[in-house]
């Protein structure tokens, strides 16, 4: 999602590769930044809030969120899960989830918060290469 | 103190057997409440963001179980979601400290359980 944003167009099978994806068990969350070799910019942040996300937005950067499906209320099912986060008001995060047509999804900010902090706040940014 | 327990255990002896876990239980939690700082969910939270930090990002902290002793920890399920749903192995976190009970192996070992369960070879 992030990376056709960039016109890069490599297939699942390819990027799982390229960040060392285990069926079932994934990747640890900052073997990310491998994705810069199929030529984008990335940056791994072990933690971060809701201000570093709206000052990503406001660089151009894409923000990618590490979390748990279970506080999202337009989700029945429990689950780790990764969406990008493409704009943020007062009590609402705006996210595009890549298991959803529909984008972007409202989440209310408390939700968001919750299903972010399962897993300590960790996401990345990425950046188009010129 | 032992006259206490020798009252209390002929109080427990009148009880059924039923009632009898219903008071050990309380007694358990009242253990935990009283005596443990870190609770379940920040045992689980803290577990999830150290799987999905070091091991994969399909993993997470399923409900943790309390076991008391010496050294009471949060027994917390590592769970898998995708391609087979369950529990692989067990993270402890120490009840009192918060800290994880992990050793730099622990990743690997995590790693294998969870190719064993969904290959089939384990249920946890």
């Not at chain 1, 809030?49 to 979390?67: H, N, R």
């Not at chain 2, 609770?39 to 689980?44: G, H, I, L, P, V």
């Not at chain 2, 622990?106 to 384990?122: C, H, N, Y």
Request: glycine share 6%; net charge negative.
């Amino acid at each position: 999602m992030a990376l056709a944003y960039c016109d890069i167009l490599e297939t699942q099978a390819i990027i799982a590769s390229q960040i060392g994806h285990i069926a079932g068990a994934g990747t640890p969350a900052r073997n990310i930044v491998r994705l810069a070799a199929l030529g984008v910019k990335v940056v791994w942040h072990e933690s971060g809030s809701i201000e570093d996300l709206q000052q990503a937005l406001t660089d151009y950067a894409i923000p990618v969120v590490f979390l748990r499906t279970g506080e999202l209320p337009y989700w029945d099912y429990d689950t780790p899960h990764v969406v990008v986060v493409v704009g943020i008001e007062a009590e609402t995060v705006y996210v595009n989830d890549p298991a959803f047509t529909q984008a972007p999804l409202l989440v209310p900010l408390g939700d968001f918060q919750l299903a972010w902090d399962e897993f300590g706040g960790q996401w990345a940014t990425l950046q188009c290469c010129e | 103190m032992t006259t206490d327990y020798q009252q209390l255990e002929t109080v427990l002896v009148q009880l059924t057997p039923d009632e009898s876990h219903t008071v050990l239980r309380f007694a358990e939690f009242l253990l935990q409440q009283r005596h443990t700082p870190v609770d379940a969910r920040t045992a689980r939270r803290a577990v999830s963001a150290w799987l999905v930090r070091n091991v994969g990002n399909l993993l997470m902290g399923g409900e943790p179980a309390y076991v008391s002793g010496d050294r009471p920890v949060w027994r917390v399920p590592v769970l898998v979601s995708y391609e087979r749903q369950g529990c692989a192995t067990h993270i402890n976190v120490d009840a009192y400290t918060g800290d994880l009970l992990i050793t730099e192996k622990t990743a690997e070992k995590v790693l294998r359980d969870v190719k064993a369960f969904i290959a089939g070879s384990t249920s946890n």
